[in-house]
């Protein structure tokens, strides 16, 4: 199973959204709904920001959102924060049962 | 509260083995998909290994298929990763985690929502 596709890196002011986008194929995140996002920041776990493609866990920020479109999916982030600097995965339910994460993509305040 | 904590983790030399376990705690933990993802140094997320609730059903990834084997005991709350012909490649920090629940709807999700702080492997002569 291959890694999702993401950019390795997305910048943007404070204030300002970003997208990351987050590409597989039909026997993936193309075939299912099932696409969760985290955030993790250095040293740490990762934190589920989405699943399911646009549900947030309770106390995920209304700033993060998602979307799917055919085989690829998107995280937005809105009204960037200094705090919002961080790596961000995507990751997908899969036609063999398993899990697939993405490349992960840095985000940077600038 | 919800937790997770990884132990067993260590320096290993190539071909070794090493048992990882995954204590939890804070939710009915025989109700749980549990799953095991690492990350080696500087590099992204890669899933591993998921078992259910009752330990009947059980998946890897290609790249540990027949060296690692997952297991769980519900009457101690704990899952456990058998990793045998431990490589160079297999250094990382690993992580177990439970897929989702949403309370509100009594849903579960294939998605992450709790992990553990990691246990740290180090595969090197």
């Known amino acids: 199973q291959s890694a999702l596709t993401q950019p390795a890196s997305v910048s943007g002011s404070p204030g300002q959204s970003i997208t990351i986008s987050c590409t597989g194929s039909s026997s993936d995140l193309g075939d299912y709904n099932y696409v969760s996002w985290y955030q993790q920041h250095p040293g740490k776990a990762p934190k589920l920001l989405l699943y399911?493609?646009?549900n947030r866990p309770s106390g995920v920020s209304n700033r993060f959102s998602g979307s799917k479109s055919g085989n690829t999916a998107s995280l937005t982030i809105s009204g960037l924060q200094a705090e919002d600097e961080a790596d961000y995965y995507c990751s997908s339910y899969t036609s063999g049962f398993t899990l697939v994460f993405g490349t992960g993509t840095k985000v940077t305040v600038l | 509260e919800v937790q997770l904590v990884e132990s067993g983790g260590g320096l290993v030399q190539p071909g070794g083995s090493l048992r990882l376990s995954c204590a939890a705690s804070g939710f009915t933990f025989s109700s749980f998909v549990i799953n095991w993802v690492r990350q080696a140094p500087g590099k992204g997320l890669e899933w591993l290994s998921s078992?259910?609730?009752?330990?009947?059903?059980?998946y890897y990834a290609d790249s540990v298929k027949g060296r690692f084997t997952i297991s769980r005991d519900n009457a101690k709350n704990s899952v456990y990763l058998q990793m045998n012909s431990l490589r160079g490649e297999d250094t990382a920090v690993y992580f177990c985690?439970?897929?989702?629940?949403?309370?509100?709807?009594?849903?579960?999700?294939?998605?992450?929502?709790?992990w553990g702080q990691g246990t740290l492997v180090a595969v090197s002569s």
């Open positions: 399911d493609v646009s």
């Open positions: 985690a439970r897929e989702g629940y949403d309370s509100l709807t009594a849903y579960n999700f294939p998605g992450l929502d709790y």
């Open positions: 078992i259910s609730s009752s330990g009947i059903s059980i």
